[in-house]
């Protein structure tokens, strides 16, 4: 069975701009969450979502949003880009919500911005 | 104080070694407890869940205690293998309705021929 899926695995941009994220979780999965790793740090959650409503939302301005599809893939959406956008985001998904459901994680987008 | 705080680390030791790090936690409603693996430029992986009896699963144990808010994993005989940056991970969902883990900054591991 496949894993979690992200794309694209790297990316670049520049700053102001607009980046889309996406995350297509294992079969079967109907949670999805995202989270921004910096280098040297842990993971830092950000959004969580479950049949397509948002669950959950760390502490991240509003430049962050995300949304789930009817498919249960998500999309993690940034805007007006920042330096300290770079990271790496991770998506993590698990069968439900509750925290006795196993999350596995994705290989991660590796953002950069300059 | 961080929500979930690790020893600084690095640890550099033999193979065959014990070694043991540990983990405090803030949010005295935190749910649920774990400890990830991460190897370099990789995702996190679930190591283990950390129970309040304490739990063993082969050469590593995890315990937990609630009332002091610590969370202990203790890695026995030591493989190369077993290199790699280890994460305290709490939740702070509430319950059935959402699932909001919180990382520690992770603690990493060399374990030396």
């Known amino acids: 069975d496949a894993g979690v899926t992200q794309s694209p695995t790297h990316l670049i941009k520049t700053r102001g701009q607009q980046v889309t994220l996406r995350c297509s979780p294992i079969?079967?999965?109907?949670?999805v969450s995202w989270y921004q790793q910096v280098l040297g740090q842990g993971p830092q959650f950000i959004f969580q979502?479950?049949?397509?409503?948002?669950?959950g939302r760390g502490n991240f301005p509003d430049r962050f949003s995300a949304r789930q599809f009817p498919n249960y893939s998500s999309e993690l959406n940034v805007n007006a880009l920042l330096l300290g956008d770079s990271a790496l985001y991770l998506c993590?998904?698990?069968?439900?919500?509750?925290?006795?459901?196993?999350?596995?994680f994705g290989p991660g987008t590796r953002l950069t911005v300059t | 104080r961080k929500e979930v705080e690790q020893d600084p680390g690095p640890f550099n030791v033999p193979e065959g070694a014990t070694v043991a790090f540990n983990c405090t936690y803030s949010n005295s409603a935190s749910q649920s407890f774990f400890w990830y693996r991460q190897d370099c430029r990789k995702e996190p992986k679930l190591l283990m869940s950390?129970?309040?009896s304490g739990n063993e699963d082969g050469r590593f144990t995890a315990q937990l205690n609630r009332a002091s808010q610590y969370i202990s994993l203790l890695i026995r005989d030591s493989k190369l293998s077993d290199s790699a940056t280890y994460l305290c991970v709490v939740n702070i969902g509430s319950g059935a309705g959402s699932y909001q883990l919180t990382f520690g900054k992770g603690t990493k591991l060399s374990v030396i021929p």
């Open positions: 979502y479950y049949e397509k409503e948002e669950r």
């Open positions: 993590a998904s698990s069968l439900g919500p509750a925290s006795s459901y196993e999350q596995y």
């Open positions: 079969s079967g999965h109907k949670s």
């Open positions: 950390v129970y309040s």
